[in-house]
């Protein structure tokens, strides 16, 4: 910072784009510079707290490692496993003895639908050339397929280009709702649809509030932003806070000229989630309407007219 303001004309020679950015960014400001040397000042500590001595080297663990990478082994279903779990799958068995004989019980009633799909071939039994998984390995098959964490659609294309079972595309969207590493790092969800909400039939019936600042550069003002919902009529007062005392005032002198409306919409924030706002609008006969908290854009109008405001 001292060389930045007290720089010498020979210094200022040499390209210091970024210094010159600096004092720029600084030059609004009134303080006093104090130069300290380097071994005196700790703010580089990484080469002035060295005190130089090192441990003994281990060859096994480095110093320098701050991460490692472990290759993870591929599983996979084999075709032996598949024949010795069918074999022991009395529901398959009873399939298998059913594509033979063509009688179909109720409780194959979803194997019957896609009879004409499925063929049993050296001890495996396939649908559309994907295996049919018994039972006892259709979580390990799950595991198989969701190896990389892929999300629903891509985790049921993975598994209906290689197997299939009764009801497994209900079984892929429960196994990623339930996988914490999918919560954590997948995408997230997708808003509600937004609802239309109706103009009221008169203006000044219904009325949103809202503050935006603080300002600092005009004293830490706030600007509380009044907008009938029929009208799209605007008004915007300067506040010296949110508190609300000071929205009383306001809301006091709007009144006094526009009257009391039947309803005001605002957000959950101070000071409308405070007992003096309810009890002010109790007294005067106005319903309190609050938008979802954490959701501005049910307050829409007045959010919006923040950008003019500013």
């Not at 701050?66 to 993870?72: A, D, K, R, T, W």
């Not at 039972?135 to 891509?154: M, N, Q, S, T």
């Not at 049921?156 to 914490?180: H, Y």
């Not at 600092?216 to 706030?222: N, P, W």
């Amino acid at each position: 910072m001292a060389f930045i303001f007290r720089r010498t004309r020979e210094d200022s020679k040499r390209a210091l784009t970024r210094a010159d950015g600096w004092a720029l960014r600084l030059s609004p400001y009134d303080y006093d510079i104090e130069y300290t040397r380097g071994h005196e000042n700790i703010a580089d500590p990484s080469s002035r707290l060295y005190d130089g001595e090192d441990g003994a080297f281990n060859e096994e663990v480095s110093p320098w490692e701050i991460c490692s990478l472990h290759s993870q082994s591929v599983d996979f279903l084999t075709e032996e496993e598949i024949r010795e779990s069918t074999k022991n799958d009395d529901t398959l068995v009873l399939v298998i003895s059913s594509l033979d004989t063509g009688k179909w019980s109720k409780d194959l009633a979803r194997f019957k639908a896609v009879a004409e799909d499925l063929r049993y071939t050296d001890g495996i039994l396939s649908k559309n050339g994907c295996a049919v998984i018994p039972e006892g390995l259709r979580k390990k098959a799950l595991e198989i397929a969701h190896a990389g964490h892929p999300l629903e659609a891509k985790f049921k294309s993975i598994l209906r280009s290689r197997v299939w079972w009764p009801g497994m595309s209900g079984d892929a969207e429960r196994w990623v709702k339930t996988c914490e590493t999918c919560a954590v790092n997948g995408r997230p969800e997708r808003p509600p649809p937004m609802q239309r909400s109706f103009a009221p039939k008169a203006s000044w019936e219904t009325i949103a509030l809202d503050f935006n600042g603080p300002y600092l550069k005009f004293g830490s003002i706030s600007i509380l932003v009044i907008i009938d919902l029929r009208s799209r009529y605007a008004i915007a007062r300067p506040v010296k806070s949110t508190k609300f005392e000071y929205t009383k005032e306001v809301l006091d002198s709007v009144f006094e000229k526009e009257g009391f409306p039947r309803a005001i919409k605002s957000d959950n924030g101070p000071p409308f989630n405070g007992e003096d706002y309810a009890r002010y609008c109790s007294e005067r006969g106005i319903q309190v309407i609050f938008s979802t908290p954490f959701y501005p854009q049910q307050n829409g109008l007045v959010e919006g007219f923040m950008k003019i405001v500013n």
